[in-house]
T-cell receptor, first 108, second 120 residues
Framework: GEDVEQSLFLSVREGDSSVINCTYTDSSSTYLYWYKQEPGAGLQLLTY?????DMKQDQRLTVLLNKKDKHLSLRIADTQTGDSAIYFC????????FGKGTMLLVSP | GAVVSQHPSRVICKSGTSVKIECRSL??????MFWYRQFPKKSLMLMAT?????????EQGVEKDKFLINHASLTLSTLTVTSAHPEDSSFYICSATTGRSKLGNTYEQYFGPGTRLTVT
């Protein structure tokens, strides 16, 4: 089955760029997602990328996909304190496998 | 550690019947469990938040009489889809949180593998 791995914690200063990395194992995963979870809330879909794409940009968010290495990253430009949250990577098609989440802490 | 299981993984039922889905934390006590529903291809929608020993908190638009949630113990929460209809066919996923973590936050969630419900 699919296995999705993420680093657990990332700390950045406000205004810097944040890069959250994710690896997955199943090369047949068609969709790759990034979810955000703020304290006490459910998962919020941030963005997703199809497996036939290398990059997707959406305002401050840039997703890079390296299919060969099965590596996915989420870059947040000009990180703000409001970006502090847990970010989940998920891979799959009709069913998803989630990573454990990366806690992003943004300090002023 | 921190394994969450769901049972069954797949279920097919006839329209009008009820289906119960179990979510268990296998090696930790879960103070809070979440139930999500995944729509085709993309979205994961939070249905309800379940705290052990108290009533579940449902998200707006989720029918609490249709989706009955019981969090009877620190390791078990159940979701019962009552009088199921074909439009209830979906992927239901639960997650659990311990309320504490090695990072010092309370928001690490551990997800179950999901249950595929098909209503015919």
């Amino acid at each position: 089955g699919e296995d999705v791995e993420q680093s657990l914690f990332l700390s950045v200063r406000e205004g810097d760029s944040s890069v959250i990395n994710c690896t997955y194992t199943d090369s047949s995963s068609t969709y790759l997602y990034w979810y955000k979870q703020e304290p006490g809330a459910g998962l919020q879909l941030l963005t997703y990328i199809f497996s036939n794409m290398d990059m997707k940009q959406d305002q401050r968010l840039t997703v890079l996909l390296n299919k060969k290495d099965k590596h996915l990253s989420l870059r947040i430009a000009d990180t703000q304190t409001g970006d502090s949250a847990i970010y989940f990577c998920a891979a799959g098609y009709s069913t998803l496998t989630f990573g454990k989440g990366t806690m992003l802490l943004v300090s002023p | 550690g921190a394994v969450v299981s769901q049972h069954p993984s797949r279920v097919i039922c006839k329209s009008g019947t009820s289906v119960k889905i179990e979510c268990r934390s296998l090696d930790f006590q879960a103070t809070t469990m979440f139930w999500y529903r995944q729509f085709p291809k993309k979205s994961l929608m939070l249905m309800a938040t379940s705290n052990e020993g108290s009533k579940a908190t449902y998200e707006q638009g989720v029918e609490k009489d249709k989706f009955l949630i019981n969090h009877a113990s620190l390791t078990l929460s159940t979701l019962t889809v009552t009088s199921a209809h074909p439009e209830d066919s979906s992927f239901y996923i639960c997650s659990a949180t311990t309320g504490r973590s090695k990072l010092g936050n309370t928001y690490e969630q551990y997800f179950g593998p999901g249950t595929r419900l098909t209503v015919t």
